[in-house]
Structure formats: structure tokens, C-alpha cells
T-cell receptor
Framework: KAGVTQTPRYLIKTRGQQVTLSCSPISGHRSVSWYQQTPGQGLQFLFEYFSETQRNKGNFPGRFSGRQFSNSRSEMNVSTLELGDSALYLC?????????????FGQGTRLTVV | DAKTTQPNSMESNEEEPVHLPCNHS???????IHWYRQLPSQGPEYVIH???SNVNNRMASLAIAEDRKSSTLILHRATLRDAAVYYCILPRGGGFQKLVFGTGTRLLVSP
């Protein structure tokens, strides 16, 4: 079965612009989480969605937002981009939400802000 | 979220077993122990998870201490493809899916 698909794979944006990243989870998975990975901070949790509801949010400014659609696909948006937002953004999907469930990650979207 | 402690790096030779340790002394009774790994230029990959008993799957084995304050990921025969950063994680339970990644252990495998 198809894995987690993230689009686009690479993106270059200018400071001040906004960006929308997309994540299609594994078919049947209802939980989608987003992570940011940078060399300095490592992998950090952004937020989690389950059944179109944001259930958990990491310590990121309000410029970072997301949503989940009825088909479980998810998007995250970053407004007013800053140079420090340059990172690999990863999406993970799980069958259900819970500590006993494994998460499957996509290949990520590499965002470069210039 | 319960904190985990892992060595920064470990080295192994190909075909040899590898034991990757993780300490999680503040683990609670309902915390699962998950292991993920990240190969270069890829997203993290699920390896194995367990609660109290030792677990085996096609990729690895997970040995959990009796008091659950530590665990060990065992790769039975390391290959070059196993060179990656390995993360030991205790996801928050209660119906949430949130993984808190530490710095992990960078495994180097030599031919």
C-alpha cells in the first residue's frame, strides 16, 4: 500500500511570503502529525490532527498552522516566513492516535527561505 | 513527557550484533517504548515498540528491563544499511500521537 506522501518535496520561498505544505496519509490512517527538523534543534513536534481536530500543539509561534480534511489529508501553513523557518518538514500518519501506535513518516518537504 | 537518555554514537562492524541502550528512569506505567531510526536524507522509520515484554520483529528485537527504566534495541546482524540515527521515544499516551525526539544515537557500521 502507498506510504505517506508529502508535496512538494522541495520549495524555495522569500522572507515574508507564506507557504502551504501538503500531506496525504496512508489510506485508513486518521492521525496526522507534523514535525520540523533543523540541524540546530533536531526533530520537533509541531501539531497533531485526528478526525479534523487539532489535538496537540508544539511550542511554535502562531505563524505555524494546519488543518485536516475529512479524507484525513492534512496541510500546514507558515505565514510571514523567516530565514529560521528553513527546515525539513515531516508528516507522520498513524492508524489511530495513541502511545501504542506506530507512526509512518513521509520523505518530507525541504523548505528553504531566502 | 518522559525523558530518554541515549549515547551520542556507537560503532559496529558489519555482520555483528548491535545493542543500542536507552535509559528512561521517569517512565510511567502506561508509557510505551518506541524506537525509530532515520537514515540520511530520509524521514524517520518505525523500528519497534513495546510496553513490558520483550518484542521481536523482522527488523530488530527490543529488550525491556524488568523495572522498565531502561531498554535495549538489538540489531542481530548489522548491515551497512543500518547506519542511521536511532531514537528511543516514549510517546505521550492518552489518545495522542506526539513523538518527542531527543538527539538519538548515531550508529556507524564499518565493512
Amino acid at each position: 500500500k502507498a506510504g505517506v506522501t508529502q508535496t512538494p518535496r522541495y520549495l524555495i520561498k522569500t522572507r515574508g511570503q507564506q507557504v502551504t505544505l501538503s500531506c496525504s496519509p496512508i489510506s485508513g490512517h486518521r492521525s496526522v502529525s507534523w514535525y520540523q527538523q533543523t540541524p540546530g534543534q533536531g526533530l520537533q513536534f509541531l501539531f497533531e490532527y485526528f478526525s479534523e481536530t487539532q489535538r496537540n500543539k508544539g511550542n511554535f509561534p502562531g505563524r505555524f498552522s494546519g488543518r485536516q480534511f475529512s479524507n484525513s489529508r492534512s496541510e500546514m501553513n507558515v505565514s510571514t516566513l523567516e530565514l529560521g523557518d528553513s527546515a525539513l518538514y515531516l508528516c507522520a500518519s498513524s492508524l489511530v492516535a495513541g502511545g501504542g501506535t506506530e507512526a509512518f513518516f513521509g520523505q518530507g518537504t525541504r523548505l528553504t527561505v531566502v | 513527557d518522559a525523558k530518554t537518555t541515549q549515547p551520542n554514537s556507537m560503532e559496529s562492524n558489519e555482520e555483528e550484533p548491535v545493542h543500542l541502550p536507552c535509559n528512561h528512569s521517569t517512565i510511567s506505567g502506561t508509557d510505551y517504548i518506541h524506537w525509530y531510526r532515520q537514515l540520511p536524507s530520509q524521514g524517520p522509520e518505525y523500528v519497534i515498540h513495546g510496553l513490558t515484554s520483550n518484542v521481536n520483529n523482522r527488523m530488530a528485537s527490543l529488550a525491556i528491563a524488568e523495572d522498565r527504566k531502561s531498554s535495549t534495541l538489538i540489531l542481530h546482524r548489522a548491515t551497512l544499511r543500518d547506519a542511521a540515527v536511532y531514537y528511543c521515544i516514549l510517546p505521550r499516551g492518552g489518545g495522542f500521537q506526539k513523538l518527542v525526539f531527543g538527539t538519538g544515537t548515531r550508529l556507524l557500521v564499518s565493512p
